[in-house]
């Protein structure tokens, strides 16, 4: 499984957007948080355009060579199984690499010579089935825990790797590192990424490279990315797995051990494709904007939801995805998440027709009542900014809370904007909506939760990215907890800059969903 991840992103959904530390080095971020002065031309992108298009649909190959030994989390990987993707139909593979536990620890800082040939044999055979291949670093610990120290180590792996691989053709792509985090912050991974290009440049100047987010590798980690300035030779590349509480139940390692978010469902419904769209406009605007392809290279859910949920889920992100001229990776072929039993060596027909043959169908329907109403129209409606470690200040005007955020601490919640005594029903579901904007471009998060300790979230997290323009953002979940009316809605707005955020209204309704089977 993806255990050590999926652990850490839950703990970010949890912390998002707390990494501030940035401003802790100075000598790292210097000159990294400007604009790119140049953009790469039309003509500069043409050949990643085309092989971003020409990736198309593909899957992981995890839980094999990034668990720490190939053997280790029980899904070795077999030559036939890139046989099985290829006749599907699926046109590239990502292959998720460790290199940690097989690199020395000490200057020249060596790649086991043994493992480095385990990795061509499976690049070649997935050429041998006419499979574009990306390899990538994944579950590098050590470079997470300490960016500074393990530096040069990352550096002379990645200098290893593109030299032992230069000779191969374009259907091999490097991937720099998997979901950048912990100490490693936005502004530091920029400068990472930057001097790993340049390593991999020396051996591999045209070679298609892609360069995930830091923040987990999502998309809130867009804003603040630098891709290198005229390398026309990059694709960007995100992962997706909202709304967590669906695509991760059961999933003891991503928080789930109590088996408090079994039977949420995915509906199809508008509002729930909708929270999709809202999630990716920042994608959308990053890939114009930067003139950029874009590639997701993990989505999926977790075996332990039921298969139609999953099935509607991934048909229509595999197909929206597609609309938007996205490539994509299902997270992953033969384990926890994956298309194929390993052990019946059979095909797991519904997702396998979700990711490969199904269309869209029509929307689920929906009934909404309201069960609490913001509009600011009269007064804060008991709406209150809580300065814990932040400061900032709440004024209400124009029928809209504007908060001043003039010191937002290192934390997500060391500022935020909450409103009490909400009530929720055990086994209801429900809609959030609201409309924000921000002075600036910048990534928050909402949700409803407990009002004392352990404050947990009754609705998992919402992030969504925000600037000048207004914006209207949902988010639906299901309230597995006992009745309570109490909880409170709460906007993280801790560990940012200065900046001006504006909730224009807020509603939550009580949903019955009609799904289509």
């Not at 051990?257 to 990716?280: M, P, S, V, Y």
């Not at 470690?389 to 060391?414: A, H, V």
């Not at 609705?459 to 409170?488: C, I, L, P, W």
């Amino acid at each position: 499984m993806r255990r050590i991840f999926c652990l850490l992103l839950l703990i970010y959904s949890v912390f998002l957007f707390a990494m501030c530390s940035d401003k802790n080095n100075p000598d790292v971020t210097k000159g990294i948080d400007q604009e790119p002065d140049s953009i790469p031309s039309t003509e500069q992108v043409k050949k990643a355009f085309e092989i971003n298009e020409k990736l198309g649909r593909g899957i992981n190959m995890g839980n094999a060579f990034e668990a720490p030994s190939e053997n280790e989390w029980g899904n070795p990987w077999k030559p036939e199984y890139f046989g099985i993707m290829a006749e599907l139909g699926f046109s590239h593979v990502r292959v998720p690499v460790r290199w940690e536990t097989r690199t020395s620890n000490t200057l020249p800082y060596t790649i086991d010579e043994t493992f480095l040939k385990r990795i061509k044999t499976v690049v070649d055979e997935a050429l041998k089935n006419k499979l574009y291949v990306i390899i990538n670093m994944h579950h590098h610990d050590a470079l997470i825990a300490d960016p500074v120290g393990q530096k040069a180590r990352f550096l002379a792996q990645w200098k290893q790797i593109s030299d032992y691989f230069k000779d191969y053709s374009n259907l091999l792509l490097f991937e720099i590192l998997n979901e950048p985090n912990g100490e490693i912050t936005t502004n530091i991974w920029n400068q990472l990424l930057s001097e790993a290009l340049e390593v991999i440049r020396e051996e591999n100047p045209s070679r298609i490279v892609l360069v995930g987010t830091a923040e987990y590798g999502g998309i809130s980690g867009l804003n603040q990315l630098k891709v290198p300035e005229e390398d026309g030779n990059i694709i960007v590349t995100v992962h997706y797995y909202n709304p967590f509480q669906f695509t991760h139940q059961g999933a003891d390692w991503a928080g789930d051990g109590d088996g408090k978010w079994l039977g949420t469902k995915w509906n199809d419904t508008d509002i729930e494709r909708e929270a999709i769209h809202q999630d990716f406009q920042l994608v959308k605007d990053f890939s114009q904007k930067y003139n950029v392809p874009i590639h997701v290279g993990e989505f999926g859910a977790y075996n332990k939801a039921d298969i139609k949920s999953r099935e509607r889920w991934t048909t229509y992100l595999a197909r929206w995805l597609e609309d938007q001229g996205f490539s994509w990776a299902y997270w992953e072929f033969s384990a926890g998440f994956g298309i194929y039993d390993p052990n019946k060596k059979e095909l797991i027909d519904p997702l396998v027709n979700a990711l490969l043959h199904n269309s869209i169908p029509e929307p689920g329907a929906i009934k909404r009542t309201p069960a609490y109403t913001s509009d600011f129209s009269t007064g804060n409606n008991g709406w209150k900014l809580q300065q814990g470690g932040g400061t900032g200040s709440l004024e209400r005007k124009n029928g809209e809370l504007s908060i001043d955020i003039k010191d937002g601490g290192n934390n997500s919640w060391n500022l935020q904007l909450i409103k009490e005594g909400i009530t929720l029903k055990k086994g209801k579901e429900y809609e959030m909506v609201f409309t924000i904007s921000s002075s600036d471009d910048r990534s928050f998060s909402s949700y409803i939760g407990m009002n004392s300790e352990p404050w947990s979230a009754y609705s998992g997290y919402k992030s969504f990215s925000t600037g000048e323009n207004k914006q209207k953002v949902s988010h639906v979940f299901k309230m597995n907890e006992n009745d309570v009316n109490s909880a409170r809605i709460v906007f993280d707005l801790g560990g940012k800059e200065p900046c001006k955020f504006i909730l224009s209204n807020f509603t939550l309704n009580e949903i019955e969903v009609i799904p289509n089977e």
